[in-house]
């Protein structure tokens, strides 16, 4: 079992819905991403919380808004998506290290189908 | 600009057989590398940090050559279970966390 857990596993929404993906951990790292990832892909950077702070947003559209309500939970709320954002996000966190070793560990994803 | 670069595969080879994969990255600054493994359907997972001294781990070896911007990944007497794509990730300067996945290459190995 993985220790980043992350909720729905699948989740199918209308362009005009609003919904939410969660990532929890508990491993006490201070670090928490949030990836994309199509099929035959690799993951692509979205956001990168470190100590609750958002330290990196890759240019990511608005419709997709990051939230760090703790150092154990990050969401990804979406809105408006199109159907070219379905894919898997992935939910990653690491222990930021003073000699930048960021090992990451992630969670299996939510598969998110915009109809 | 951040850019990882991998052989593009797929390599397909027998059991038993030895495997190279190379990674080039294009920001010199950066500081870590490392490989990560990827099942059909499932989440990656750290398969090794590489140290600027190159470090094995069982039939693993990762070498990093900072001057070419290089890292490789040699993979030796190769299991069924060694199937999966490989990715190369390397951290980019700037912000802390910023852990960018090269394209992958994907291996297959045939009894």
């Known amino acids: 079992d993985t220790e980043v857990t992350q909720t729905p596993k699948h989740l199918v929404m209308g362009m005009t819905n609003k919904k939410s993906l969660k990532c929890e951990q508990h491993?006490?790292?201070?670090?928490m991403y949030w990836y994309k990832q199509k099929a035959k892909k690799p993951p692509e950077l979205m956001f990168v919380?470190?100590?609750?702070?958002?330290?990196i947003n890759e240019s990511v559209p608005s419709r997709f808004s990051p939230e760090c309500p703790n150092s154990s939970l990050l969401n990804l709320h979406l809105h408006a998506l199109q159907p070219e954002d379905s894919a898997l996000y992935l939910c990653?966190?690491?222990?930021?290290?003073?000699?930048?070793?960021?090992?990451?560990?992630f969670g299996a994803g939510s598969r998110l189908t915009v109809l | 600009r951040k850019e990882v670069e991998q052989d593009p595969g797929p390599f397909n080879v027998p059991e038993g057989a030895t495997v190279a994969f190379n990674c080039t990255y294009s920001?010199?600054?950066?500081?870590?590398f490392f490989w990560y493994r990827q099942d059909c359907r499932k989440e990656p997972k750290l398969l090794m940090s590489?140290?600027?001294s190159g470090n094995e781990d069982g039939r693993f070896t990762a070498q990093l050559n900072r001057a070419s911007q290089y890292i490789s990944l040699l993979i030796r007497d190769s299991k069924l279970s060694d199937s999966a794509t490989y990715l190369c990730?390397?951290?980019?300067?700037?912000?802390?966390?910023?852990?960018?996945f090269g394209k992958g290459t994907k291996l297959s190995v045939k009894p």
């Open positions: 491993m006490g790292h201070r670090a």
């Open positions: 919380y470190s100590y609750e702070k958002l330290s």
């Open positions: 990730v390397v951290e980019f300067g700037g912000s802390q966390g910023n852990l960018i």
């Open positions: 990653a966190s690491s222990q930021p290290s003073g000699s930048g070793a960021n090992v990451l560990t």
């Open positions: 590489v140290y600027s």
């Open positions: 920001n010199s600054a950066s500081q870590s």
